[in-house]
Nanobody
């Protein structure tokens, strides 16, 4: 089992910045990817950014020039630096880890509980 805890959400004005962190613990040896999704009220959860164990990254187009995903492998932590935040970025942001389960090596995705990001003047 992989446990994920997100921190760093909050209230920010348009144009402001936040840095989200997600720390993984538990059976973390076989994590091969981590990422961030977000879900606004009444909307479907969407991919924001993802990063592999080889540091390849993927971003949704709406955040590509404003957000940066990174990892600190020594701390088993993934970050999302969010700059020039806009009201449409308001959502609950969820961290995920993709890994092979120790018991049967099945591909598994673990989710954090989410952190609220609110962008408002």
């Amino acid at each position: 089992q992989v446990q994920l805890v997100e921190t760093g959400g909050g209230l920010v004005q348009p144009g402001g910045s936040l840095r989200l962190s997600c720390a993984a613990s538990g059976s973390i040896r076989n994590i091969y990817g981590m990422g961030w999704h977000r879900q606004a009220p009444g909307r479907q959860r969407e991919l924001v950014a993802a990063i592999t164990d080889g540091d390849s990254t993927v971003y949704t187009d709406s955040v590509k020039e404003r957000f940066t995903i990174s990892r600190d492998n020594a701390k088993n932590t993934v970050y999302l630096q969010m700059n020039n935040l806009q009201p449409e970025d308001t959502a609950v942001y969820y961290c995920n880890a993709d890994y092979r389960r120790d018991s049967d090596y099945a591909r598994t995705r673990s989710w954090g509980q989410g952190t609220q990001v609110t962008v408002s003047a």
